[in-house]
């Protein structure tokens, strides 16, 4: 197999070279963050983290981002990982979405969305507002996505799994902008994907072209005329990357632009290929080599919609998932069915109630989720191509979930606010809080324990905002036995190094 991959890089990369790619080992390509700065900032976790003994070193390339060049133990076990704080990711992984240029209050897809790294990062540079839809074909794959869009506290993202391809027919130039960031053979990335090494064929290739095709197509079509698609893989082949560019510029409006964020390291697309010649305009887009550039191997192009797609309106695709889903109906904080939980959240924890205006929220069943104040915006205007009131229809059919849980009712009129929402509302939190003073304490309620006859003044049956060097780790309720940790089960650690 790996003679049959070192046969099709030669065509496009020196002997080697292409060994280095089937050997990254000996790239020892440095490990990368990204800081989440919608619950920190850059100089503050590097302070946090390098108090613990890690030795980072800014990426220039990329703002808020560090290299992590010492690391006492995993930097993914720290405390600042699990609340959030920053994440891991390669460079090349982080430059799609700053070249998408995502802004604030802008509506934009993700169009095969999984793991979520791509994702946040769109949510952090818009600053937790706009509209987002994180789609992924696979419901598997999306619970990821959704743990991370928990960790991070991603307000203004909506989780939908539906075949990528459809998007063009019943969401046709609603977004802004759109990222292709598409399923491909990860010839990049073998270091973390040798299992490409077992299944890798010719054959594999052009299956992946044809659907990474359709896939783009479907995102031009959603983006209205002036609107950005990002296309991006972690493959190094050129019928995913430059061969299915090329054919989208022969067929649909769209320019190629100049990418912004290059480096010396990074190379030119392909323009010529086994003998046949591709478009000029190519050399715009940015291939990068794992043994050049010292990260993940990737190919990016920037396009732009110059027209319309549809010379009529399109007949706009109906979805039957064959279940009914309860139709989310979003509230500003003014609402009459608000007022008593978030007047309760407010006197537990000390938060100003003005904060509550910067939400848009729902229920669900028992539970209080809220997002960015866009969505109400989003869903009451008509669009070219589209009216509100199909909008509605056609999102409680798409939507599993949009925002983030804030509490759940509980008795006796009371609201467990939910660990996700404590902590990126971390900043406003001024009552209630306890702060652990042992690691034994954090290790215990970070794994979902009881911290025994813990000293509180509190009342049995308190929700506490349970903080630990400073850090809020979640959410904690004083019982009779002691104070015991409400993290939910899918965040709990037992392998977080306390320190």
């Known amino acids: 197999m790996t003679e049959r991959i070192f046969k099709y890089l030669t065509k496009i990369l020196d002997p080697e070279s292409a060994k280095l790619i089937l050997k990254p080992y000996k790239l020892n390509i440095p490990l990368t963050i990204r800081t989440n700065t919608l619950k920190t900032q850059a100089n503050e976790l590097k302070s ?19 290299i ?33 240029e995502p802004k604030p209050n802008e509506i934009i897809l993700d169009i095969a969305s999984a793991p979520g790294s791509k994702t946040t990062h769109i949510a952090q540079l818009m600053k937790n507002t706009g509209i987002i839809i994180a789609n992924d074909i696979s419901f598997e794959r999306l619970k990821v996505v959704a743990h991370q869009i928990d960790r991070l506290g991603i307000l203004n993202t909506a989780i939908t799994s539906i075949d990528g391809n459809r998007f063009g027919a019943i969401l046709p130039e609603i977004f802004d902008k759109a990222l292709v960031d598409a ?11 040798n299992e490409v090494l077992n299944w890798w064929s010719i054959d594999e290739v052009k299956r992946l072209s044809n659907k990474q095709q359709q896939l783009l197509i479907s995102a031009i079509k959603s983006v209205k005329p002036g609107g950005i698609i990002v296309y991006s893989t972690c493959t190094l082949t050129v019928e995913e990357n430059e061969i299915v ?3 989208i510029l022969k067929k649909f409006p769209v320019e190629i632009e100049e990418i912004e964020y290059k480096k010396a390291e990074f190379d030119e697309g392909i323009t010529s290929y086994d003998g046949l010649p591709l478009d000029e305009r190519l050399k715009k887009a940015v291939r990068i080599y794992p043994f ?3 990260t993940e191997g990737f190919f990016i192009a920037k396009l732009r919609k110059t027209d319309s797609t549809f010379s009529k309106s399109p007949k706009i695709t109906e979805i039957n998932n064959g279940k009914t889903i309860q139709q989310i109906k979003f509230l500003t904080a003014n609402d009459e069915k608000l007022k008593s939980p978030l007047k309760f959240l407010s006197d537990e924890f000390g938060i100003e109630e003005k904060i509550w205006e910067e939400f848009a929220f729902y229920f669900k069943g028992d539970e209080l989720w809220f997002s960015s104040l866009d969505w109400i915006k989003f869903l009451t205007t008509d669009f070219s191509l589209i009216n509100k009131n199909f909008k509605h229809h056609l999102l ?35 009552k209630n809080i306890i702060e652990f003073e042992t690691e034994e304490q954090a290790r215990t309620f970070l794994n979902g324990g009881t911290i025994k006859n813990f000293p509180s003044n509190f009342n049995p049956g308190s ?5 630990f060097d400073g850090i809020i780790l979640g959410c904690g309720l004083i019982t009779k036995e002691g104070l015991k940790s409400q993290i939910p089960k899918g965040r709990r650690s037992s392998e977080v190094e306390v320190i």
Request: hydrophobic content about 45%.
């Open 48 to 66: 946090k983290l390098e108090n613990k003994g890690f030795k980072l070193l800014e990426i220039d390339l990329v703002p808020d981002s560090f």
């Open 68 to 100: 992590v060049e010492e690391e006492p133990f995993p930097i993914s076990k720290t405390v600042e990982h699990f609340a959030g704080l920053f994440y891991v990711q390669s460079l090349s992984s982080m430059l799609p979405s700053l070249i998408l």
């Open 183 to 193: 399923p491909c053979s990860a010839l990049g990335i073998i270091s973390k994907a």
């Open 245 to 247: 560019i090329d054919s």
């Open 292 to 294: 050049k550039a010292n």
């Open 396 to 430: 409680s059919s798409l939507v599993q979930r949009v925002g983030l849980k804030l509490a759940k009712a509980v008795k006796n009129k009371q609201w467990k606010i939910s660990t996700s929402a404590l902590q990126l509302l971390a900043p406003f939190i001024t």
């Open 463 to 467: 929700y506490i905002a349970v903080k």
